[in-house]
Each structure stands twice: as C-alpha cells, then as structure tokens.
C-alpha cells in the first residue's frame, strides 16, 4: 500500500501562483511512477501532470503546458506541481496518484493504483 497525503491548495487571483505537494509514505516511493489530475465541479477527473520513477520524463495536458511544472524528490518522498499563471478554469480538486507502471510516464486515470484524498485549488477571476 501507498499512502498520499496533498497540501498547498487554496485560493489565489488568476495569474497567481500555488505550489502543491504531495508525500507518499508505504512501499518504496521510487518504485512509482507519479501524476497528478484534477476535477472540476460536474466534471470528470482529467489528467494533469506526470513524472516517470526517476524524473527525467515528464508529461502535461495541453492546456496547462509552460504553466505548470511537475517535479519529484524521491529522497523525501515527495511530488510537487508548481503552477504558475493560474486561471479561473484550473479551478478544480487536485490529486495526486501512484502508477506500479514506474517504467512509463502514465496519463490514463486506470493506470494509477493509488490516490490522495485531493486538494482544492480556487483560482478568482
């Protein structure tokens, strides 16, 4: 089992910025690939952001591309997404998820074995 606990939602204006994190406790956190999606009221969960088991790879949904940024620590068992330029769209609940897939960079919500409870992230126009 891995356990993902986020932090740093909140509110922010559009074109601010918000760090989120997330700490992953259990199995070892190298082992796994990592990704964070989000979810808007009425809407689905999409993917947002992913980062292979050892940071090199990275890959983003379109519509956050040169604003967000996905990193990891794999010595403090952490995942960032630095997001930058936020706008009111990019408000949703923020998750963060774990792929045992560790050798591909993941982007469907299947291929992801475990979640966090989610963070809210408000972006006011």
């Known amino acids: 089992q891995v356990q993902l606990v986020e932090s740093g939602g909140g509110l922010v204006q559009a074109g601010g910025s918000l760090r989120l994190s997330c700490a992953a406790s259990?199995?070892?956190?190298?082992?796994?690939?990592m990704g964070w999606f989000r979810q808007a009221p009425g809407k689905e969960r999409e993917f947002v952001a992913a980062i292979s088991w050892s940071g090199r790879s990275t890959a983003y949904v379109g519509s956050v591309k040169g604003r967000f940024t996905i990193s990891r620590d794999n010595a403090k068992n952490t995942v960032d997404l630095q997001m930058n330029s936020l706008k009111p769209e990019d408000t949703a609940v923020y998750y963060c998820a774990a792929s045992s897939d560790y050798l591909r960079v993941a982007i469907k919500i299947y291929e992801y074995d475990y979640w966090g409870q989610g963070t809210q992230v408000t972006v006011s126009s």
């Open positions: 259990g199995r070892t956190f190298s082992n796994y690939g």
